[in-house]
């Protein structure tokens, strides 16, 4: 299916360090949603926006929903070892229902 | 309880095999999804059950048949499976209008 523009890719980071990501979209969401997936396991939601705008936190997570309706951003702070996965975008607009459309992904990574 | 339980966790089988993957939630929530991962990948949607009823599938090879027993479990019986198969299988609950999906743990699938 399709997929939103996430990026970037991938990010080398040492512990301490903050991370950014977004996600850019050609239509309007009414509902953004932030993932992190670890080795083995499912995605685990971590933060949910459905306000244009809306600024939201979820510890050292902090989430924002674009004012334009098509984007979206994740910043973590003061990353630590157990921040390492691949963190996930996904979107909904209202005449999708059922259907999530997911970024690629970005692959973070801590070194001590 | 905030848990969707997948099982089996693997499941090795072979092309010429009949198998089944289970999935489970007791939060109530209405509609149900299979995804199917492969590494380093988003998600894609193969099916989404809603009220106990088939209501998207996402253009699905019909080795792949879904099931809803009841609003607490779903399955996916595999047959025929070709190699190409091979992922990480999800299933997710979302509840009614809400577009927060919870996953499971997911099958890591591996067709021999």
């Known amino acids: 299916g399709q997929q939103l523009n996430q990026s970037p890719q991938s990010m080398f980071i040492q512990e301490g360090e903050d991370v950014s990501m977004n996600c850019t979209s050609s239509?309007?969401?009414?509902?953004w949603l932030w993932y992190k997936q670890e080795p083995g396991e499912g995605p685990v939601l971590l933060i949910a926006?459905?306000?244009?705008?809306e600024l939201t936190s979820n510890g050292r997570l902090t989430a924002q929903f674009g004012i334009t309706r098509k984007d979206s951003f994740l910043n973590i702070s003061a990353s630590i070892p157990s921040d390492v996965g691949i963190y996930f975008c996904?979107?909904?607009?209202?005449?999708?229902?059922?259907?999530?459309?997911f970024g690629a992904g970005t692959q973070v990574v801590v070194t001590p | 309880d905030t848990e969707v339980t997948q099982t089996p966790k693997h499941l090795v089988m072979g092309m010429t095999n009949k198998k089944s993957l289970k999935c489970e939630q007791h939060?109530?929530?209405?509609?149900m999804y299979w995804y199917k991962q492969k590494a380093k990948k988003p998600p894609e949607l193969m099916f989404v059950?809603?009220?106990?009823?088939?209501?998207i599938n996402e253009s699905v090879p019909s080795r792949f048949s879904p099931e809803c027993p009841n609003s607490s479990l779903l399955n996916l019986h595999l047959h025929a499976l070709q190699p190409e198969d091979s992922a990480l299988y999800l299933c997710?609950?979302?509840?009614?209008?809400?577009?927060?999906?919870?996953f499971g743990q997911g099958t890591r699938l591996t067709v021999v």
């Open positions: 926006l459905y306000k244009a705008g």
């Open positions: 996904a979107g909904q607009s209202t005449d999708s229902w059922g259907k999530l459309q």
């Open positions: 997710a609950s979302t509840g009614t209008g809400n577009p927060e999906a919870f």
């Open positions: 239509s309007i969401f009414n509902t």
């Open positions: 059950y809603s009220y106990e009823k088939l209501s």
């Open positions: 939060m109530g929530h209405r509609a």
